[in-house]
Nanobody, 116 residues
Framework: QVQLVESGGGLVQPGGSLRLSCAASGITVRSYVMSWYRQAPGKERELVAQIGFISGITNYADSVQGRFTISKDNAKNTVDLQMNSLKPEDTAVYFC?????????WGQGTQVTVSS
Protein backbone atom coordinates (compact mmCIF):
# COMPACT_ATOMS: atom_id res chain seq x y z
CA GLN A 1 0.00 0.00 0.00
CA VAL A 2 1.35 3.38 -1.02
CA GLN A 3 1.36 6.08 1.62
CA LEU A 4 2.58 9.69 1.46
CA VAL A 5 3.03 11.77 4.62
CA GLU A 6 3.80 15.49 4.39
CA SER A 7 5.48 17.54 7.09
CA GLY A 8 7.17 20.90 7.55
CA GLY A 9 4.31 23.33 7.16
CA GLY A 10 3.67 26.23 9.48
CA LEU A 11 3.33 29.97 9.88
CA VAL A 12 6.03 32.15 8.33
CA GLN A 13 6.41 35.85 7.64
CA PRO A 14 6.52 37.19 4.07
CA GLY A 15 10.01 36.76 2.67
CA GLY A 16 10.70 33.77 4.88
CA SER A 17 11.45 30.16 4.03
CA LEU A 18 10.04 26.72 4.76
CA ARG A 19 11.06 23.23 3.75
CA LEU A 20 8.33 20.67 3.20
CA SER A 21 9.04 16.97 3.17
CA CYS A 22 6.99 14.06 1.82
CA ALA A 23 7.87 10.66 3.24
CA ALA A 24 6.84 7.80 0.99
CA SER A 25 6.19 4.18 1.85
CA GLY A 26 5.20 1.38 -0.50
CA ILE A 27 7.15 2.93 -3.37
CA THR A 28 10.67 4.05 -4.13
CA VAL A 29 10.46 7.76 -4.99
CA ARG A 30 13.40 7.59 -7.40
CA SER A 31 11.31 5.36 -9.65
CA TYR A 32 8.36 7.72 -10.00
CA VAL A 33 7.45 11.21 -11.10
CA MET A 34 6.67 12.99 -7.85
CA SER A 35 4.71 16.20 -7.47
CA TRP A 36 3.72 18.87 -5.00
CA TYR A 37 0.31 20.52 -5.35
CA ARG A 38 -1.38 23.19 -3.28
CA GLN A 39 -4.92 24.29 -2.63
CA ALA A 40 -5.88 27.67 -1.24
CA PRO A 41 -9.33 28.33 0.28
CA GLY A 42 -11.94 28.67 -2.43
CA LYS A 43 -9.52 27.72 -5.18
CA GLU A 44 -8.79 24.60 -7.18
CA ARG A 45 -5.82 22.41 -6.41
CA GLU A 46 -2.87 23.42 -8.57
CA LEU A 47 0.43 21.86 -9.53
CA VAL A 48 3.37 23.61 -7.85
CA ALA A 49 6.38 21.49 -8.77
CA GLN A 50 7.24 18.14 -10.29
CA ILE A 51 10.38 16.01 -10.54
CA GLY A 52 11.10 13.22 -12.99
CA PHE A 53 11.92 9.64 -12.05
CA ILE A 54 15.33 9.03 -13.57
CA SER A 55 16.57 12.20 -15.14
CA GLY A 56 15.42 14.34 -12.26
CA ILE A 57 14.03 16.92 -14.67
CA THR A 58 11.98 19.47 -12.76
CA ASN A 59 8.97 21.56 -13.68
CA TYR A 60 7.50 24.51 -11.77
CA ALA A 61 4.43 26.67 -11.84
CA ASP A 62 5.22 30.15 -13.13
CA SER A 63 4.16 31.61 -9.79
CA VAL A 64 6.91 29.78 -7.88
CA GLN A 65 9.67 29.59 -10.51
CA GLY A 66 12.94 30.80 -9.03
CA ARG A 67 11.65 30.65 -5.44
CA PHE A 68 10.82 26.97 -4.90
CA THR A 69 13.03 23.93 -5.43
CA ILE A 70 11.83 20.33 -5.56
CA SER A 71 14.25 17.49 -4.87
CA LYS A 72 14.40 13.82 -3.98
CA ASP A 73 16.35 12.29 -1.14
CA ASN A 74 16.71 8.71 -2.30
CA ALA A 75 18.40 7.61 0.93
CA LYS A 76 15.45 8.82 3.02
CA ASN A 77 12.87 8.05 0.30
CA THR A 78 11.44 11.55 0.53
CA VAL A 79 10.49 14.35 -1.84
CA ASP A 80 11.26 17.80 -0.50
CA LEU A 81 10.09 21.28 -1.44
CA GLN A 82 12.31 24.16 -0.43
CA MET A 83 10.28 27.36 -0.45
CA ASN A 84 12.06 30.70 -0.30
CA SER A 85 10.89 34.30 -0.55
CA LEU A 86 7.43 33.24 0.51
CA LYS A 87 4.49 35.49 -0.27
CA PRO A 88 1.02 35.73 1.29
CA GLU A 89 -0.40 34.23 -1.91
CA ASP A 90 1.59 31.05 -1.23
CA THR A 91 -0.75 30.36 1.69
CA ALA A 92 -2.41 27.01 1.05
CA VAL A 93 -2.52 23.36 2.01
CA TYR A 94 0.35 21.60 0.24
CA PHE A 95 -0.08 18.02 -0.93
CA CYS A 96 2.38 15.41 -2.14
CA UNK A 97 1.27 13.30 -5.11
CA UNK A 98 2.30 10.30 -7.13
CA UNK A 99 0.44 8.69 -10.02
CA UNK A 100 0.80 4.94 -10.32
CA UNK A 101 -0.68 3.34 -13.44
CA UNK A 102 -2.98 6.33 -13.81
CA UNK A 103 -4.19 6.31 -10.23
CA UNK A 104 -3.26 9.28 -8.04
CA UNK A 105 -2.19 8.88 -4.45
CA TRP A 106 -2.28 11.92 -2.16
CA GLY A 107 -0.92 12.71 1.24
CA GLN A 108 -3.04 14.33 3.93
CA GLY A 109 -1.54 17.74 3.26
CA THR A 110 0.36 20.27 5.34
CA GLN A 111 -0.77 23.84 5.97
CA VAL A 112 1.49 26.72 4.95
CA THR A 113 0.48 30.18 6.10
CA VAL A 114 2.42 33.25 5.05
CA SER A 115 1.42 36.25 7.10
CA SER A 116 2.89 39.07 9.12
Amino acid sequence: QVQLVESGGGLVQPGGSLRLSCAASGITVRSYVMSWYRQAPGKERELVAQIGFISGITNYADSVQGRFTISKDNAKNTVDLQMNSLKPEDTAVYFCNVNIKGRPTWGQGTQVTVSS
